[in-house]
């Protein structure tokens, strides 16, 4: 009898201990207006990830877009701010990129890492044949590109392998293949 009413409190305590939990998880989601539906590690990994971006480029991802292309010799980064009003974006963003170029042509890819919070696929390979790989700062309307470009068919995969991550965890939607 002891053991049986010594169960019951324990499953109760335990059922109000859930519910007060649940209850506190929904009542932070109310509060929070930049709450995403926790619906798998995905969502945390993005929201993870969009704020070391943040932090990294120096500008807020939700007032600008990305683009990453694939092409024939090469490839390109592209950062524009979401509205044509934004001047401090655009600026931010023209900032960024130009620092980004220098730091890629020297073989420094700490800012992606850094993002990611792992090496990209690709990145050993542009900094082993980083002289074989060209960099073109581009300042464009409402913000800049970054159009790498190379002759060796190595280090044109290693392009490849680095911008096809940087679509996929970005969710750009742009295409994996050449364009």
Request: aromatic fraction near 6%.
């Given at each position: 009898?002891?053991?049986?009413?010594?169960?019951?409190?324990?499953?109760?305590?335990?059922?109000?201990?859930?519910?007060?939990?649940?209850?506190?998880?929904?009542?932070?989601?109310?509060?929070?207006?930049?709450?995403?539906?926790?619906?798998?590690?995905?969502?945390?990994?993005?929201?993870?990830?969009?704020?070391?971006?943040?932090?990294?480029?120096?500008?807020?991802?939700?007032?600008?877009?990305?683009?990453?292309?694939?092409?024939?010799?090469?490839?390109?980064?592209?950062?524009?701010?979401?509205?044509?009003?934004?001047?401090?974006?655009?600026?931010?963003?023209?900032?960024?990129?130009?620092?980004?170029?220098?730091?890629?042509?020297?073989?420094?890819f700490k800012a992606p890492m850094l993002i990611h919070d792992q090496v990209p696929p690709g990145v050993p390979t542009m900094q082993r044949l980083k002289s074989d790989i060209q960099y073109k700062f581009?300042?464009?309307?409402?913000?800049?590109?970054?159009?790498?470009?190379?002759?060796?068919?190595?280090?044109?995969?290693?392009?490849?392998?680095?911008?096809?991550?940087?679509?996929?965890?970005?969710?750009?939607?742009?295409?994996?293949?050449?364009?």
């Amino acid at each position: 009898m002891k053991v049986q009413r010594a169960l019951t409190i324990a499953i109760g305590t335990m059922t109000v201990g859930l519910a007060v939990f649940i209850a506190n998880a929904q009542q932070q989601e109310k509060k929070s207006p930049s709450a995403q539906p926790m619906s798998g590690m995905s969502d945390m990994h993005d929201e993870k990830m969009n704020e070391r971006g943040d932090h990294v480029m120096g500008f807020d991802h939700t007032k600008t877009t990305h683009h990453f292309r694939l092409l024939s010799d090469g490839g390109a980064i592209e950062v524009g701010a979401n509205s044509s009003q934004d001047t401090e974006s655009r600026d931010q963003i023209r900032m960024h990129l130009g620092h980004i170029a220098k730091m890629f042509a020297a073989g420094n890819f700490k800012a992606p890492m850094l993002i990611h919070d792992q090496v990209p696929p690709g990145v050993p390979t542009m900094q082993r044949l980083k002289s074989d790989i060209q960099y073109k700062f581009e300042e464009t309307e409402q913000g800049a590109r970054i159009r790498i470009s190379t002759n060796s068919p190595e280090a044109l995969q290693a392009v490849y392998d680095f911008l096809r991550f940087q679509i996929k965890e970005h969710k750009t939607g742009d295409a994996l293949e050449v364009g």
